[in-house]
C-alpha cells in the first residue's frame, strides 16, 4: 500500500451519533480524497482536500464534513450519523493533482443502526 | 450521476483463458485509469493511461486508450485464480474535473 492508513477499518454506531473517520498518509502527498462505495454506484466522491486548510465538496457531500490541519491527516465526520450513510468509505491520496492516478487506503466499514 | 460504463457487469474465467472488458463514455476523456480491487482491500492502481491510441502492458494486463478518447479496454491473458476480483476503470475529463469512476467488472473462477 501507498502508505495510507485508515481509522478504523470497521465502526457500528447508531443513528444520530457522531462519527469520524480518519485517514492518514506518510507520503507527504498533497492532494487527499474521501469517497465511499455502494452496490450499483461505484465510487463516489464525498470531499477532498489540495492542501491543509483547503477543502471543498464532492459529489455527494450532503450530511459530511472535512478537516485537514496536517498534510498527513484528513478527517471525515458524519454530524448524525443515517442509516444512508452505511458504507464502505475510502480515502484516496495523489501527488499531483486530479489528472493523476490515485492510490487508496483499505476502507472503513461503516454502518449505522 | 455515474457517466462510464463498464462491461460486462460480472464474467467467469477460466485457467489459461484470455478475457476482455471495456468502458465507455458518451464523454472524451484525456486520462484513462484501471484498478483491480480484491475482497476488504481499496483499489490498487493496474495501469495508467494519457493519450488517445496507447496501448500498455503490466504483466499479463494490456490496457488501450481508445481512439475517440470516449473508451479504454482491458485484456487479462493467460488467466490464473488470483486475477479474480472486481476491475474498476476510470477516467479525467479536464482541468478543473474530478476522476469519474466506473461501476466495476466483477471476475469470478468458472465452477
Known amino acids: 500500500d501507498a502508505g495510507i492508513t485508515q481509522s478504523p477499518r470497521h465502526k457500528v454506531t447508531e443513528t444520530g451519533t457522531p462519527v469520524t473517520l480518519r485517514c492518514h498518509q506518510t507520503?507527504?502527498?498533497?492532494?487527499m480524497y474521501w469517497y465511499r462505495q455502494d452496490p450499483g454506484h461505484g465510487l463516489r466522491l464525498i470531499h477532498y482536500?489540495?492542501?491543509?486548510?483547503?477543502?471543498d465538496k464532492g459529489e455527494v457531500s450532503d450530511g459530511y464534513s472535512v478537516s485537514r490541519s496536517k498534510t498527513e491527516d484528513f478527517l471525515l465526520t458524519l454530524e448524525s450519523a443515517t442509516s444512508s450513510q452505511t458504507s464502505v468509505y475510502f480515502c484516496?491520496?495523489?501527488?499531483?493533482?486530479?489528472?493523476?492516478?490515485?492510490?487508496f487506503g483499505d476502507g472503513t466499514r461503516l454502518s449505522i443502526l | 450521476g455515474q457517466q462510464l460504463n463498464q462491461s460486462p457487469q460480472s464474467m467467469f474465467i477460466q485457467e489459461g483463458e484470455d478475457v476482455s472488458m471495456n468502458c465507455t463514455s458518451s464523454s472524451i476523456f484525456n486520462t484513462w485509469l484501471w484498478y483491480k480491487q480484491e475482497p476488504g482491500e481499496g483499489p490498487v492502481l493496474l495501469i495508467a493511461?494519457?493519450?488517445?491510441?496507447e496501448l500498455t502492458s503490466n504483466g499479463r494486463l494490456t490496457a488501450q486508450f481508445g481512439i475517440t478518447r470516449k473508451d479504454s479496454f482491458l485484456n487479462i491473458s493467460a488467466s490464473i485464480p488470483s486475477d479474480v476480483g472486481i476491475y474498476f476503470c476510470?477516467?479525467?475529463?479536464?482541468?478543473?474535473?474530478?476522476?469519474?469512476f466506473g461501476g466495476g467488472t466483477r471476475v469470478l473462477v468458472k465452477p
Open positions: 476510470a477516467g479525467h475529463k479536464a482541468a478543473g474535473n474530478k476522476l469519474t
Open positions: 484516496a491520496i495523489s501527488s499531483q493533482g486530479d489528472d493523476q492516478p490515485q492510490h
Open positions: 507520503e507527504n502527498h498533497r492532494y
Open positions: 493511461l494519457y493519450k488517445a491510441g
Open positions: 482536500s489540495y492542501g491543509v486548510k483547503d477543502t
